[in-house]
């Protein structure tokens, strides 16, 4: 192998160390303890109390149209 190789293996070396070593470092720093689903909580409260808040708004039509027919019949 020439100069040239050897010269290109050296210089390849630091870059896969950092290539490698930096998203092992923050994996390390930072672990995971556990997923985080706090905005899949908020979404799914937030969609289940408008949902709520349709059938309550439709029941109460249904109930004012149920009024309306009885004292029209």
Do not use: C, E
Not at 6 to 15: K, S
Not at 28 to 36: H, I, M, V
């Amino acid at each position: 192998m020439s100069a040239v190789v050897w010269a290109n293996i050296l210089l390849t070396l630091p870059f896969l160390v950092i290539f490698i070593g930096i998203p092992l470092w923050m994996t390390f720093k930072r672990p995971q303890t556990g997923p985080d689903h706090t905005g899949a909580r908020a979404y799914l409260r937030s969609r289940t109390a408008f949902a709520q808040a349709l059938t309550r708004r439709q029941a109460a039509r249904a109930r004012t149209a149920a009024g309306v027919r009885s004292d029209a019949a």
